[in-house]
């Protein structure tokens, strides 16, 4: 379980790891049921919020150095096509941060309520091609567009999200799942020629501000990419770490006992679906400015199965584990397809040529890997490392202080 899980769940429990207000776990003297001191509990806390303050610090910088790189000549080879600076390594960059953003918003559900979706990407899509369709058909300003759009898509997340949480488990994921293909139909019959069909549909520039528009403001659609991941990682912090959130994560473990306690599993359940799946059409509009268009994967299945994907890789339950998942699978699916395509690779033997010609064969197999060596996935994995490092120093100074 991951540190920010960790985190949620002390809060909800309340002291002493009980259920809110009560005082489970103590023991004599003020301690607790194991003996340890109250002021031990002091040092946990003081070390926790330390971590906190460390990971938000680090945070921050990246944030800043992020802003920064379309001002910097930084060369990564074999990661970035161009220099920092240019408009091809920029557009990549600002797709990874969007991908990251959209893997946030599936934390939401399946790391914070438990909440396996296979529709996820409806709402995706219904951001991406609503404001496209605003923008040709209503020749609405690219603000109001987007507000109305937001809306349209709250709406939907509300009834659909409704229908679909009056069951758990695999027939949740099913009745999303149809949601999902029924708006990937609807897109693909090009209803009144609206959605362009199986050929999707082009971003119509002409109420999209001029900065907005052209390879030459591709350093502009990148800020706003960074912004909108720096403003879809606050939104889910904030709501794990509110009430509902609580009780949703509550739920994930335990619904009877959350019932129990006189709670309504249901209506946090709810905020949260509908909360992701806002911020998810976010994510799409942003999407369709930086891609110029939707096309029907915006709104199919294996859209929503690469954003689980991209949360098992990072780490379920973590929101660092969903960014670094998100941004890790984007720039593998983008670069594996030049090195897939590359002469060393065909110059091999047909035995070896054939599946590493195939840029999903090499991703999937780097997931299998992952799953099976990696529980917790990227972040789990260096947070274990973290603490093995640590539990060498502590024994270091410990062998220092008895030698003196």
């Not at 003020?30 to 806390?45: H, K, Y």
């Not at 609580?246 to 679906?273: C, D, Q, S, T, W």
């Not at 110029?292 to 994967?297: K, L, N, Y």
Request: glycine residues 12%; proline residues 5%; hydrophobic residues 50%.
């Amino acid at each position: 379980m991951s540190a920010d899980t960790t985190d949620q769940h002390a809060a909800a429990a309340g002291p002493g790891g009980g259920t809110p207000g009560t005082t489970a776990g103590r023991g004599p003297a003020g301690g607790t049921a194991g003996g340890r001191p109250a002021d031990g509990r002091a040092s946990a806390r003081r070390a926790s919020a330390r971590r906190a303050a460390a990971r938000w610090a680090a945070g921050g910088a990246g944030v800043v150095l992020l802003a920064l790189l379309p001002l910097l000549n930084l060369s990564v080879p074999g990661i970035l096509p161009t220099p920092t600076y240019q408009p091809g390594a920029l557009q990549l960059l600002a797709l990874c941060m969007l991908m990251a953003a959209a893997a946030l918003s599936y934390h939401l559900l399946i790391g914070v309520a438990g909440l396996l979706s296979f529709g996820h990407a409806l709402y995706f899509g219904a951001g991406t091609y609503g404001l496209a369709i605003l923008l040709d058909r209503m020749e609405l300003p690219l603000l109001p567009a987007m507000a109305l759009t937001l809306a349209a898509v709250a709406v939907l997340a509300n009834v659909t999200g409704a229908v679909a949480l009056r069951v758990t488990g695999i027939p949740f994921a099913m009745v999303t799942l149809a949601f999902a293909q029924a708006g990937s139909v609807l897109v693909r019959r090009n209803p009144a020629g609206a959605t362009g069909g199986d050929e999707g549909i082009s971003l119509n520039t002409e109420h999209v501000p001029d900065f907005l528009v052209g390879v030459g403001n591709t350093r502009n659609l990148y800020w706003i990419a960074l912004a909108a991941l720096v403003a879809v990682f606050l939104v889910v912090s904030w709501i794990q770490r509110s009430r509902a959130g609580h009780v949703a994560a509550a739920v994930r473990e335990n619904e009877l006992r959350v019932r129990v306690l006189g709670l309504r599993p249901y209506l946090a359940k709810l905020l949260i679906f509908v909360v992701g799946a806002t911020l998810a059409s976010v994510v799409g509009m942003v999407y369709l400015l930086l891609q110029s268009g939707a096309v029907p994967r915006a709104v199919s299945a294996d859209l929503t199965i690469t954003l689980l994907v991209m949360v098992v890789l990072g780490g379920v339950g973590s929101r660092w584990g969903a960014v670094i998942g998100g941004v890790v699978y984007t720039l593998l699916d983008q670069r594996l397809t030049a090195l897939a395509n590359s002469e060393a690779i065909a110059g091999l033997p047909p035995i070896l040529h054939v599946p590493l010609s195939e840029p999903l064969f090499i991703l999937g197999t780097l997931f299998i890997l992952v799953v099976l060596f990696m529980p917790g996935g990227l972040t789990g994995a260096a947070g274990r490392l973290a603490r093995r490092g640590s539990a060498r120093s502590r024994r270091s100074r410990d062998i220092l202080e008895e030698a003196s």
